[in-house]
Nanobody, 122 residues
Framework: QVQLVESGGGLVQPGGSLSVSCAAS????????MGWYRQAPGKERELVAV???????NYADSVKGRFTISGDNAKKTVYLQMNSLKFEDTAVYYC????????????????WGQGTQVTVSS
């Protein structure tokens, strides 16, 4: 089994900063990509940022310049530093990872974490 365990999140005032992290564990041959999605109440889950194993990153337009995604391949961990937070950043943040569990696996599988709440409120 593969598990994605998120940590961080919480309550922060507008303009503040917060970070979340996500560590993958279990039987893992290779991690291709890790990322963060978020889902606000009444809205669909949306991409926040992703990072590939080669360090290539991609951000949603709404967070560019404010959020930074980084990864540690050896630790199979992805981090999301969130600065200049806005009310509209309030959501449950989900980690995901595209993982190939064994060398025999033909294609990678997408796994999800349980989510962590980020609330921006004054």
């Amino acid at each position: 089994q593969v598990q994605l365990v998120e940590s961080g999140g919480g309550l922060v005032q507008p303009g503040g900063s917060l970070s979340v992290s996500c560590a993958a564990s279990g039987i893992i041959f290779r991690v291709y990509e890790m990322g963060w999605y978020r889902q606000a109440p009444g809205k669909e889950r949306e991409l926040v940022a992703v990072i590939s194993s080669d360090g290539t990153t991609n951000y949603a337009d709404s967070v560019k310049g404010r959020f930074t995604i980084s990864g540690d391949n050896a630790k199979k961990t992805v981090y999301l530093q969130m600065n200049s937070l806005k009310f509209e950043d309030t959501a449950v943040y989900y980690c995901n990872a595209r993982i190939r569990r064994t060398a025999a696996a033909v294609t990678p599988t997408l796994y999800w974490g349980q989510g962590t709440q980020v609330t921006v409120s004054s």
